[in-house]
């Protein structure tokens, strides 16, 4: 969807009126018998008021300007999927959104919900005409909202629709190579770079976790790096983002049930599709942040040569595992990109994957796990963008009795213990690969939903591209 600012008097034939739920109506705007309806419509708690004017079409939307906060943006974001079945039946093309209520996150919340809700998967349709909803452009007027606010919405939003359909694609689309292929141009057409590592140099890093995985696979591994590295860094050392590439999760021989399990898990690289998004974002916005992206990729089968349970392997940083459980695979092939990180000095690392389904137990789909060393200012800042964005984050601790529930009979550690504190325990396998700054975010619970959630379609959300360019504005630009 294309967005852009207008200036007062653009006319389009579609125009809806923001206007404050405890503000009175301006009566130019309207006829007597037109401001009677409206109020009529408003005194039945209706927030979306039609006008047929024929030749125009009017919308008002009402919204609550009492006690502005986090809260009262995201019911704005929800409520904008209304108009956005209004425009579809009506067929209409644009729509023009003029602000009368002048709160610019309120106005933006309300835009950026009608952008994301708009989004649509039909790809494997024969009759995708048909299917495809009818807006394609946005428009605001506002004298709150200026022309890089708009830009930026637009940029974020578009990173969000296409972690949502590399999310969508399965994996006899999107393999691990394929992955790449996406990344590189995504790269060229954003200007960041792209650096891919194949089968052959990941065997010569010795990334023992990420080979381990891919064992049992017909189609080799790729590990990604994406770069984003501005003269004007205010960083000094880089921030560094990891994130989960499994294009499908079978279990491997610990083999997942087909129904409500292994069915959705092309969604395992959401971690991925977050990281590339964002930094798709820093790099097309210019933001003076030097980036890092590392990606390591593959697909996880029991094919005849998959890593069986008992197997120890060697990772990339030389500690031994123990695989007790190959469907835990995301902590193998973490475990090789966050020791590779290492060799940046970076200033801090965030990783991002849907890394344990005991994290769905705990939050449901309404937010994503977060755990880490870096304590205070960074792990409130974190959750405060968690709030802004509606990308919520619940903290769970690092004590050191989870650290001894990894401890293997035969290895250094192992890579599944006993079901109770699986996400901790998951957290704290991955801190034995880190010495900075860490921060892990485990998004399974939010990164795919088997129904519509307002403005999160069924499907792949893209969630933690807003929540990490919200912090990453906060603590390098404010
Ligand atoms: N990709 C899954 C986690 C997952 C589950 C993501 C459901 C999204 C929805 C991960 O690789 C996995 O299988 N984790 C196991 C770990 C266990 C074997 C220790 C799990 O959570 O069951
Ligand atoms: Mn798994
Ligand atoms: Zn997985």
């Given at each position: 969807?294309?967005?852009?600012?207008?200036?007062?008097?653009?006319?389009?034939?579609?125009?809806?009126?923001?206007?404050?739920?405890?503000?009175?109506?301006?009566?130019?705007?309207?006829?007597?018998?037109?401001?009677?309806?409206?109020?009529?419509?408003?005194?039945?708690?209706?927030?979306?008021?039609?006008?047929?004017?024929?030749?125009?079409?009017?919308?008002?939307?009402?919204?609550?300007?009492?006690?502005?906060?986090?809260?009262?943006?995201?019911?704005?974001?929800?409520?904008?999927?209304?108009?956005?079945?209004?425009?579809?039946?009506?067929?209409?093309?644009?729509?023009?959104?003029?602000?009368?209520?002048?709160?610019?996150?309120?106005?933006?919340?309300?835009?950026?919900?009608?952008?994301?809700?708009?989004?649509?998967?039909?790809?494997?349709?024969?009759?995708?005409?048909?299917?495809?909803?009818?807006?394609?452009?946005?428009?605001?007027?506002?004298?709150?909202?200026?022309?890089?606010?708009?830009?930026?919405?637009?940029?974020?939003?578009?990173?969000?629709?296409?972690?949502?359909?590399?999310?969508?694609?399965?994996?006899?689309?999107?393999?691990?190579?394929?992955?790449?292929?996406?990344?590189?141009?995504?790269?060229?057409?954003?200007?960041?770079?792209?650096?891919?590592?194949?089968?052959?140099?990941?065997?010569?890093?010795?990334?023992?976790?990420?080979?381990?995985?891919?064992?049992?696979?017909?189609?080799?591994?790729?590990?990604?790096i994406l770069e984003w590295k501005p003269t004007n860094a205010k960083n000094e050392q880089p921030l560094i983002l990891v994130g989960k590439g499994v294009t499908y999760d079978t279990g491997g021989l610990s083999l997942k049930p087909t129904s409500n399990s292994m069915d959705y898990m092309k969604s395992d690289m959401s971690g991925a599709a977050a990281v590339a998004g964002l930094i798709s974002v820093l790099a097309q916005l210019k933001l003076p942040v030097h980036v890092i992206g590392l990606i390591p990729a593959t697909d996880n089968r029991p094919g005849e040569n998959a890593i069986t349970p008992g197997d120890i392997i060697e990772m990339h940083n030389g500690l031994f595992v123990e695989v007790l459980n190959t469907d835990a695979e995301g902590r193998l092939i973490l475990g090789d990109a966050l020791s590779y990180a290492q060799r940046y000095q970076p200033e801090l690392v965030i990783d991002l994957a849907t890394l344990t389904g005991a994290a769905s137990v705990t939050v449901g789909i309404y937010g994503s796990i977060v755990m880490g060393n870096v304590g205070e200012p960074i792990m409130t800042e974190l959750k405060n963008a968690g709030f802004e964005t509606y990308e919520r984050l619940v903290e769970l601790p690092m004590w050191d009795e989870y650290g001894d529930m990894i401890k293997s009979d035969v290895a250094d550690i192992k890579n599944s213990t006993k079901r109770d504190g699986g996400t901790i325990t998951a957290g704290k396998f991955l801190e034995r690969f880190t010495d900075y700054p860490w921060v892990h975010l485990d998004i399974a619970p939010s990164a795919f939903l088997h129904s519509n959630e307002n403005y999160k379609p069924q499907g792949g959300v893209g969630v933690g591209i807003r929540l990490l360019f919200e912090f990453i504005k906060k603590h390098y630009l404010a």
């Open positions: 969807m294309n967005s852009y600012l207008k200036p007062t008097g653009y006319k389009s034939v579609y125009t809806l009126y923001l206007l404050s739920k405890q503000a009175e109506i301006l009566p130019a705007l309207f006829s007597e018998d037109e401001t009677r309806f409206i109020l009529q419509e408003k005194e039945k708690k209706h927030d979306l008021v039609h006008l047929n004017r024929l030749s125009s079409q009017l919308f008002i939307q009402f919204l609550d300007t009492e006690n502005l906060n986090y809260k009262t943006n995201e019911k704005a974001r929800s409520e904008a999927s209304g108009v956005c079945k209004k425009l579809n039946s009506l067929k209409a093309n644009e729509l023009h959104i003029i602000d009368l209520i002048e709160e610019k996150a309120l106005t933006l919340a309300y835009a950026e919900g009608l952008i994301l809700n708009n989004y649509q998967f039909i790809k494997y349709y024969k009759n995708q005409e048909e299917k495809k909803n009818s807006l394609e452009s946005l428009f605001i007027t506002s004298p709150v909202v200026s022309d890089d606010e708009m830009h930026e919405l637009q940029v974020v939003t578009e990173a969000v629709y296409r972690a949502r359909t590399w999310i969508n694609e399965p994996v006899n689309y999107l393999t691990a190579v394929q992955l790449s292929e996406e990344i590189r141009e995504l790269g060229h057409q954003c200007g960041f770079q792209v650096e891919v590592f194949d089968k052959s140099r990941i065997k010569a890093l010795k990334m023992g976790g990420l080979l381990a995985v891919n064992k049992g696979s017909q189609d080799p591994p790729s590990f990604n």
